[in-house]
């Protein structure tokens, strides 16, 4: 049976994890190394790393820091940002990473999305795909961390990356960044109806209910975030286990007891 995947997905800027809100204003939290530490031993089933001033500020990935990073992460391991040459994905595997994510580059040479399926896999490359609505309304992607219009639509560009080797979609809507009002439903299920590529769903998780409706209400096949794992104590084995109790089919450690405790309308321990 297929299992549901629970991802943390960890935003870096200057070296530091930040918590992200509508990809305009970030606040620092910590060091990378120490959030990958105590994930792994949370009962998560990956880990997202974006480094999100690479590409904007046209830096190559940090294969320092990723080695390092990879060196405390027992899970599986997803790097994005800067990265743009066959080159670039090579070096950042060889760091330790076993995906990398790809944004900007995927919309600026589509090509590149083909090459480096062709050259590690369709399970190596995760496109990114960031999204809000615009003036008029209407769903948009959005690169160079949401700053620069495309004038693509989500499910069809979705579409586009499926037919060219993408082997996962990682979907942000810009708009419920940091704001705990749950996943944009509607943008999920768009996008999840015109693929049948695993769509990683991100954005706007402020209870664990959330998780739930982006995978029964979304349609994606994971479901990730950032600030409520970084503020809440214990809250990847407390989503793990509401996944549960909701019958909904994930990854479960012998080391941890998923029943006999309640939690708040926050997803807290009471």
């Not at 297929?2 to 200057?14: A, F, G, M, N, V």
């Not at 918590?19 to 009962?43: C, H, M, T």
């Not at 096949?221 to 909904?248: D, P």
Request: charged share 25%; hydrophobic share 40%; net charge negative.
């Amino acid at each position: 049976m297929l299992k549901y995947r629970l991802i943390p997905c960890l935003i870096l800027k200057d070296d530091l994890i930040v918590q992200s809100i509508q990809f305009k204003r970030y606040l620092p939290i910590g060091k990378a190394e120490v959030a990958i530490e105590f994930f792994v031993n949370w009962d998560v089933d990956e880990i997202v790393l974006l480094d999100i001033n690479a590409s904007r500020k046209g830096r190559k990935p940090r294969l320092d820091l990723i080695a390092l990073y990879a060196e405390e992460c027992f899970v599986p391991f997803t790097v994005g940002g800067g990265i743009s040459t066959l080159s670039d994905i090579r070096n950042v595997i060889r760091a330790g990473a076993d995906k990398v994510s790809i944004n900007t580059e995927a919309v600026r040479s589509p090509h590149f999305i083909t090459e480096g399926a062709k050259t590690f896999g369709c399970q190596c490359i995760t496109v990114s795909i960031d999204a809000k609505k615009n003036s008029s309304g209407d769903y948009e992607v959005f690169v160079n961390s949401g700053k620069e219009s495309t004038g693509l639509h989500p499910a069809e560009w979705a579409q586009k990356v499926q037919s060219l080797g993408a082997g996962e979609i990682l979907l942000t809507s810009i708009d419920r960044d940091g704001t705990k009002q749950g996943y944009d439903l509607d943008l999920i299920h768009m996008v999840t109806d015109a693929v049948t590529i695993p769509v990683v769903a991100c954005g706007g998780v402020g209870t664990m209910d959330h998780f739930i409706q982006g995978i029964v209400d979304g349609g994606a096949q994971a479901v990730a975030a950032a600030n409520i794992f970084q503020y809440t104590e214990h809250s990847t084995i407390i989503a793990k286990s509401a996944l549960k109790k909701a019958g909904i089919p994930v990854r479960l450690s012998s080391q941890v007891k998923y029943e006999g405790f309640n939690i708040d309308e926050k997803g807290r321990l009471i």
